[in-house]
């Protein structure tokens, strides 16, 4: 199955403005059918949900339709969907939560390759706690972060590991059911990171391993909002802090204060857009979601390897993004000018594609980049051979 990239950028009313977008990364642009979703959610009456006035009933819907949509991108169940206002958040939230079981001698492991969203929260839980922080570094050379990583830091009091499933920063991909076994052998919690890691491959909770795992509907054509899911019992078994009168059944135990119906019913339309990626696609939601993948990954592939040939054409240019299994994620400098110079020239003929370490700064520092960080390239379903094309054509035009 092929995408249709023409009808895809169609429903993307920001790619009028004729800038090359590659700053997907970071959020990516909103398709119509979202923006329509969340208009009607607004103009329709809403109120706290219920069953009793047509606005509880509608919000009741929404919450209803945004657990199962999230639930078939996941490969989750809708009782274990909870919603917040960021990944940040809810890694917040759900680090303090496990760190009440924690204690001195205790040690939980974060890795320098994540986004520091998936790095600070644990490591000032661990504080919090007495309990002692231990970092598994991956190769720079490679940009591979290895099971054999992440096993020298494993020890007998390990209570949790930390990982991305794909770095924000140079899209590698670890193998996370490998991680998954050798974390659980330890008897340890497996939380993982698929912020970036959702906007470009399938999502399978049981595959993944992962105990819990958070992402971000605004990565992948939604709106602003955080979702965590995880394994039931997992869930059940926390007691997060919590307002007396709030439910406490699972997944209200953790969602403080109202939901933003109006940003659940974009999401919502943000998964029902991306089944359609792939107009060919039958069957169930899942099944639509599982081939639309498929062909997202092969058309992003394509595109990636066409970037990767450019920059190797230009003397200039050194690429970080090394791993053999990677999401289509490019970071790299050029030779005589800092990040932050290259992003404005690229901007001033129309790509956009943003400089700095976007959050992830134990892994731009681990690279030899510093703080400052480099010049990150990332692609959408929207993202076009004419992109790509004037990337190139702009880089190879710098004033050096």
Known sequence: MALDVAAIRAHVPALESGTARFDAPGGTQTPQPVIDAIAAALTAPLA????????????????????????????????????????????????????KGWGPGDEVVVTRLDHDSNIRPWVQAAEAAGARVRWADFDPATGELLPEHVAAVLGPRTRLVAVTAASNLIGTMPDLPALASLVHAHGAHFHVDAVHYASHVVVDLA???????????????????????????????????????SADTVPERFELGTLPYELLAGASAAVDFLAGLAPAARGTRRERLVASFAALETHEDVLRERIEEGLAALDAVTVYSRAARRTPTLLFTVAGLRPAEVYR????????????????????????????????????????????????????????
């Open 48 to 99: 706290n949900r219920g069953r009793n006035t047509e606005g509880e009933r509608n919000a009741d819907r929404i919450v209803a339709e945004a657990r199962s949509a999230l639930a078939d991108l996941l490969a989750a169940t809708p009782e274990t969907v909870v919603f917040g206002r960021s990944a940040t958040q809810l890694t917040y939230d759900l680090s303090r939560t496990l760190g």
């Open 207 to 245: 595959e993944t391993g992962a105990d819990t795992l958070v992402c971000s509907p605004y990565k992948f054509l939604g709106p602003h909002l955080g979702v965590l899911t995880g394994r039931a019992e997992v869930l059940e078994s926390l007691r997060p802090d919590k307002l007396l009168p």
């Open 345 to 400: 020239q690229l901007a001033e003929r129309g790509v956009d594609a943003p400089a700095g370490s976007f959050y992830a700064l134990e892994a731009s520092r681990r690279l030899g980049l510093g703080d400052e960080g480099a010049v990150r390239v990332g692609l959408a379903p929207y993202t076009c051979a004419d992109d790509v094309d004037r990337l190139l054509a702009a880089l190879a035009d710098l004033d050096r």
